[in-house]
């Protein structure tokens, strides 16, 4: 929900409390002003009745309401002794109307040589009803009013004033940190957003700081490590070049070669999976998976004759993606070389490649593997000493850079491996 | 003989000028060792300063250039070397597998991009092809005995009679030569010829096979190419 709807709807309440309370408060005190006023003037009635009551004595026979606002009746001395003036709503029939009508009514007792009456009169009161749905509705139209009001003001005014924010939030949007990209520069003068810009910069800065270092790092340690390595290993090979070695010897020499080869492989991987999880592949084109399937098919032939595997490939159709291109290699190929060297003697693999998946399964170990732990580093089959445990790992670090899905199962006594590119293949 | 100039562009290549500008010292014995071993005539410098003297004092026929040297970068004598239009027979070596050193590398000339830790016969087979592109601009040959191995049309003659090889025989063949009388280990031949993913194979059996049915094609056609197993661990061409 936007900004804007809610803090309309938060207004909209607000003003829906507010009036509400207010327009209690107010009927209420409109209601005790009109009372007073018209009990005012039934006590001025009553003075005047009095009044006339000394000159004409008539009056006094008016027992009924009739057309008068007044009646009189005779009552006993003690009872006119305790008589207390009382104002009291009430309903009474008038002749306009049929129904009971709301009237005011002021009891009050009076003496006149030396006889004792009751005095009732009488004003008629504001319908309650109708005060009521008047003021209901003129509050109604107020509330509309003030919600439209704030409707306009919020999209006029308030869109204007948050402008500079949305600005920030885009350039965060779209903020990648293997570009090169200035600060944010916002034209505002509006001291949070002059804050809020200030805050995104600096996180800006030290995740810059931060990516580059962990860069510099990574590029240090692989120039630290292969260094030694490379002596290690021609060394060697100088070593083993020279004559009147024992093929013992020699047969250790070799060994140790193939593990700085494999101290080699090892931080080349780890190397491969930090720059990916860095995102240090920027460069993406159009490649095609179908034409690197089969190109890494023609280079691994021999290995797979060898062990007699038989390939089977079927292209529904092109599949083609927006992927560095070495990513998209490394990918398929440690998918490719897996299956056939985690193969068994006549064992068989099968690709297949349509317009949004490639997926290869291989006959193998009789077992399903841990789809749990098979994505892990380090996660390797015991039996092959030569492998890093790390090529799975670094599929899967490939794939979660680009969106896309790697999954593993196990039907028939063959291991599958699915990629579904829907997240990449390019717009044509 | 039966190609004349073969041999006059191996005795050439025994008076190459090479030049390592290595700051490892470990390192940078080995290959001059090594180097040695090939017959190359080779000098070599540890930092900036020395290097930018010799460059400028004498020309080489290739320069082997580390980037990170103490007292500068290898990539600013590498622009030296493109304004004295001698950058052409340079391979940097470094260990920084690094796309942007290896684009303003090859942008500033230099021949070859080779990432440390790196196996000697692969280092040789670079050097040699430096060197053949630049004293030969025709067609290359390589001469063994009665066997001819041309590159440039990808084929073999033994006594003058064409020799059928698929495309690994002829990768793999081609790359003993570059590295003749040396010793070619499996692992260096098979991240050759097979790409750099070849490191997870379980065992290099496979590469056996592809040597045996090399070997058999050389002894039928009775060719002068000897292709040795060393310790197990490797092979070595040679000349019977």
């Known amino acids: ?428 | 003989m039966l190609f004349p100039i073969v041999s006059i562009i191996e005795t050439y290549f025994c008076e190459m000028k090479i030049l390592i500008v290595e700051d490892e010292i470990e390192l940078r014995e080995i290959l001059e060792a090594s180097l040695l071993k090939e017959k190359y005539v080779v000098e070599s410098a540890a930092d900036y300063n020395s290097a930018l003297e010799k460059i400028s004092m004498y020309d080489y026929d290739c320069i082997l250039l580390d980037i990170m040297i103490p007292n500068g970068s290898g990539l600013d004598i590498l622009e030296k070397l493109k304004k004295m239009d001698k950058s052409d027979n340079v391979i940097i070596i470094s260990a920084k597998n690094s796309l942007d050193d290896k684009i303003t590398g090859l942008a500033l000339g230099a021949d070859d991009y080779l990432t440390k830790p790196f196996h000697i016969a692969e280092l040789n087979a670079r050097i040699k092809a430096v060197l053949r592109r630049k004293d030969l601009s025709g067609k290359n040959f390589i001469e063994v005995g009665n066997t001819v191995f041309d590159i440039q049309e990808r084929t073999l003659f033994v006594d003058g009679i064409n020799i059928h090889l698929n495309r690994k025989e002829f990768d793999i063949l081609n790359y003993f030569l570059l590295n003749k009388n040396r010793l070619v280990t499996k692992t260096a031949l098979a991240e050759r010829v097979w790409g750099d993913h070849i490191d997870q194979a379980d065992n290099y059996d496979f590469i056996y096979y592809q040597i045996k049915n090399l070997r058999k094609k050389l002894e039928d056609s009775n060719s002068d190419i000897l292709i040795e197993t060393i310790y197990g661990v490797g092979y070595k061409l040679s000349e019977r």
């Open chain 1, 1 to 428: 929900m936007k900004l804007h709807n809610r803090s309309l709807i938060y207004l909209s309440l607000a003003f829906l409390f507010i009036i509400g309370i207010w327009s209690v408060v107010f009927y209420i005190n409109l209601k005790d002003e009109i009372r007073d006023s018209i009990d005012d003037g039934l006590e001025n009635s009553r003075l005047l009745i009095l009044q006339k009551v000394k000159t004409d004595t008539t009056l006094l026979l008016q027992n009924q309401f009739g057309g008068n606002n007044f009646e009189i009746h005779p009552i006993s001395k003690e009872k006119a002794h305790k008589f207390k003036d009382i104002y009291k709503d009430t309903l009474m029939h008038r002749a306009n109307d049929e129904d009971l009508e709301p009237v005011r009514m002021l009891h009050s007792a009076f003496e006149h040589q030396d006889n004792y009456y009751q005095m009732n009169i009488i004003s008629s009161l504001i319908e309650e009803d109708d005060l009521i749905e008047d003021s209901f509705w003129s509050l109604f139209w107020l509330f509309i009013i003030l919600v439209a009001s704030v409707i306009i003001v919020n999209n006029v005014v308030l869109r204007k004033v948050w402008t500079p924010f949305y600005d920030i939030l885009n350039r965060l949007k779209t903020f990648r940190l293997d570009k090169e990209e200035g600060v944010i520069r916002t034209a505002t003068k509006t001291t949070e957003f002059l804050q809020l810009q200030e805050a995104s910069n600096a996180l800006i800065r030290h995740s810059k700081e931060a990516y580059d270092s962990q860069k510099q790092f990574t590029e240090n340690a692989s120039h630290e490590l292969q260094t030694p390595i490379a002596i290690i290993t021609n060394k060697l090979e100088l070593l083993l070049e020279s004559e009147n070695l024992q093929e013992k010897e020699a047969n250790t020499i070799a060994e140790v070669i193939n593990m700085a080869d494999r101290l080699k492989r090892l931080n080349t991987s780890l190397l491969l999976l930090a720059k990916i999880e860095n995102k240090q592949f920027i460069d993406e084109e159009k490649v095609s998976i179908n034409s690197i399937a089969n190109g890494l098919l023609e280079n691994y032939r021999e290995l797979a004759d060898f062990k007699h595997i038989e390939i089977d490939v079927v292209e529904r159709n092109d599949l083609g993606v927006d992927m560095n291109a070495s990513l998209a290699e490394t990918l398929i190929s440690n998918l490719v070389a897996n299956a056939i060297f985690h193969n068994k003697k006549n064992g068989r693999i099968s690709i297949q490649i349509t317009d949004k998946e490639f997926s290869i399964s291989n006959t193998g170990p009789a077992a399903a593997l841990n789809p749990q732990t098979i994505f892990h580093r380090f996660v390797k089959d015991q039996t092959n000493s030569n492998s890093t445990g790390l090529g799975l790992a670094i599929c899967m670090a490939i794939c979660k850079s680009y969106e896309i899905s790697l999954d593993y199962s196990f039907k028939a006594k063959e291991h599958s491996f699915t990629i579904d590119f829907k997240n990449n293949i390019q717009s044509v």
